[in-house]
């Protein structure tokens, strides 16, 4: 408790000088497991030493004790220190995310490597006992009885211990390729934001009307599950966001899941939800949560979980592209709502000169476009208040303004003096135009909107990607662009793939300085595969797809995987420079450290117990990467007390600088 608790306070001090702040993003990852392993492993030693300690002086014995654990406690620290810096480089929302993660995990580590090297010396040799017991606790020495048979039947069957490793290399590697991807795990928001799009040319009053009736029937239907509900409709004086009033987003507050009758789960509630906007003639309703829609709406530009953004330069073709899109992604499973921008169908009263007719009348083209100026505003002028200006501007009455027929009755006069109707010199029709036109880098472009359910985003784009290959075609000029979260999963992965390599190649280096064999450094990088087997499986088991916070997962756990291999053999070796034999040095150096393995691997799984099972706002992107460390932390910790040991017999009996390669092992 007290090595933690100075720990923390080293961790404290760092993040205050970093400007991060305690929160769920910076502390909730932090594993105390990994921050006492070096003092484990340093106490464990010391213990031993104490144990089997004879005529030898008392510091002298704790001294030797923390030399000899040393080294591979210092470069485990560093190593897994360093697995930490490619989460640095990570941008955008996912570097927003887990950097604080990631600082905070290094300054922690670094602290704790700090204070196993100079306290824990003192702090054993002060409180350890003068006399212990060399008899091992209950456990220790059940797990010896079970390990010690398995251990003899490993190295005498290397060729089936190795097959079986490498079998269940192969059959997580064949799981990791059929697992789908997605960005980040949803959060759970206790609120539901619901994007709805009616028919352009709405009236406000309509609109208002409608949206009034869906809340009351919401809160009629749920009243177990809704807290309170509004909706805003259209744009506002200052638009920050612009909107169309046939558009509606309506803002659903829940109570807490406990108190819920109709549903059980979120999705749940939402299919339930559905079906009361499904019940409005031409009401498309997209169903998100605010902050989830927010973000998607600043980092991808589209409110939807995946998009598909058409590029083209007629408008109508656009919308054509769309609609079979649209049909195309319908048939997908997982789709869940799906929305195209509306881009036509705004009602526009067009007004058309008729050149003969005005001449005729001697009516000038600048009058009759006077008129219909006129319909809007025509600023004449400028009034001033002391220091204030404001635009004077004249327009028709409102009966004109919104009526066709009175404002074809409005009369112009020509040049003999009378006046005539305005529907004589112009045809006044009331058509459909374009509703919004967006563009992007220049070009026109219509978006193609898809929220999934119950399947990630990684194998549903893959799908969609190829059946709109082979079922719609693109003229020339045109062109598609998948937006939304798979954009930004993508990103991620591309900057993962390239530093993550960096960082494994600084780990051999320093797997190099400290083993100074290039053999020994491969051995114990065999831990990497081992743990990310685990990782996999325990993925499939809990049925989560790959995202970037189980990728972080796995960049953590490649740094903890070579950590027991790299304590086992430096102790081996040491046992080597003793001059004991090949054989006799691998099974003494895997029972002796049975027990700090085991120490460190179960403290470190434990500390990620919490976050595994975590149901609270923001647990959910917590779970991925807490289950991928813990499973692979129970692979990593099997497969290197049985697999590693018949590795180094193996490359020690191959190998030439040994001189007990000829030992029978």
């Known amino acids: 408790m007290l090595f933690r608790s ?116 003192v702090l054993a040799s002060l409180f350890l006992p003068r006399r212990l017991n060399e008899r091992e606790p209950w456990l220790v020495r059940l797990a010896h009885r079970c390990y010690a048979p398995v251990l003899e039947w490993a190295l005498r069957r290397r060729a089936a211990t190795l097959l079986g490793a490498l079998v269940l290399i192969v059959a997580a590697l064949g799981l990791a390729t059929r697992m789908g991807g997605e960005f980040l795990p949803k959060l759970g928001e206790q609120a539901l934001a619901v994007s709805t799009v009616r028919l352009a040319g709405i009236s406000v009053e309509e609109a208002v009307a409608l949206n009034v009736r869906l809340e009351r029937e919401l809160l009629a239907r749920f009243p177990d599950e ?37 549903a059980r789960t979120q999705p749940e509630l939402v299919e339930a939800m559905r079906g009361v906007f499904n019940k409005v003639p031409g009401l498309t309703a997209a169903f998100s949560q605010p902050i989830e829609m927010r973000m998607n709406e600043m980092i991808a ?6 998009a598909l953004k058409i590029y083209g330069d007629d408008l109508a073709e656009l919308s054509r592209l769309a609609d079979e899109v649209q049909l195309v992604l319908l048939d997908i499973p997982g789709t869940g709502e799906i929305s195209g921008e509306q881009i036509s169908g705004q009602p526009v ?29 025509v600023k004449v002028g400028e009034v001033r208040e002391g220091q204030r200006r404001f635009p004077l501007a004249v327009r028709l009455p409102d009966r004109q303004r919104t009526d066709p027929a009175a404002l074809a009755a409005t009369l112009i006069p020509t040049a003999g003096g009378p006046v005539v109707p305005l529907d004589r010199v112009a045809d006044i029709v009331l058509t459909e135009g374009p509703a919004t036109i967006n563009r992007e880098w220049g070009r026109r472009r219509i978006t193609v909107q898809a929220n999934l359910t119950g399947r990630d985003a990684g194998s549903y784009v893959a799908e969609a990607k190829q059946k709109i290959a082979e079922r719609v075609a693109l003229p020339p000029g045109y062109t598609v662009e998948w937006g939304g979260q798979f954009e930004n999963m993508e990103r991620a992965n591309r900057r993962l793939m ?71 053999v430096t102790f081996i070796k040491q046992r080597l420079a003793a001059g004991s034999p090949l054989a006799d040095a691998i099974r003494q150096g895997c029972l002796v450290r049975l027990r700090p393995v085991l120490m460190t691997a179960l403290v470190a799984a434990a500390g990620f117990i919490p976050m595994a099972v975590n149901v609270g706002v923001g647990g959910e992107v917590q779970r991925p990467l807490a289950t991928v460390v813990i499973g692979g932390i129970i692979t990593d910790t099997v497969l290197t007390l049985l697999v590693l040991p018949v590795l180094y017999q193996w490359a020690g009996r191959s190998g030439r600088t040994l001189d007990t390669s000829s030992q029978d092992g």
């Open 6 to 121: 100075l720990a923390m306070l080293f961790t404290g001090n760092f993040m205050l000088q970093a400007g991060i702040a305690a929160s769920l993003l910076s502390l909730g990852a932090i594993d105390f497991g990994l921050i006492v392993d070096s003092s484990v492993i340093m106490v464990e030693n010391c213990a031993r030493h104490v144990a089997h300690r004879k005529d030898k002086p008392w510091r002298e014995t704790i001294r030797d004790a923390a030399v000899e654990v040393r080294q591979p406690t210092m470069f485990g620290e560093l190593i897994i220190m360093i697995v930490f810096l490619p989460i640095l480089t990570l941008e955008g929302i996912e570097g927003k995310l887990f950097r604080p993660m990631a600082l905070t995990m290094i300054f922690a580590l670094a602290g704790s490597l700090v204070l196993s090297l100079t306290l824990m010396p």
């Open 226 to 262: 809704i807290e309170h509900i509004w909706t805003r409709l259209g744009t506002a004086e200052v638009a920050t966001d612009p909107m169309g009033i046939e558009l509606s987003d309506f803002f659903i507050a829940l109570k807490p899941r406990d108190q819920w009758k109709h």
């Open 301 to 306: 530009g589209v409110r939807g979980d995946i």
């Open 349 to 377: 009263l067009q007004i058309k000169v008729r050149p003969d007719a005005a001449a005729r009348f001697g009516v000038s083209t600048r009058d009759v476009l006077g008129v219909v100026e006129a319909v809007g505003a």
């Open 498 to 568: 390239f530093v993550v390599p960096v960082a494994l190649g600084l780990i051999f280096v320093l797997l190099y300085f400290s083993l100074r064999s290039l053999r020994d450094v491969l051995i114990v990088a065999t831990g990497i595969p081992f743990g990310a087997a685990g990782g996999v499986l325990a993925l499939w088991l809990r049925d989560m797809p790959f995202t970037v916070s189980a990728g972080i997962g796995f960049v953590a756990l490649s740094g903890v995987a070579m950590l027991n291999g790299l304590v086992l």
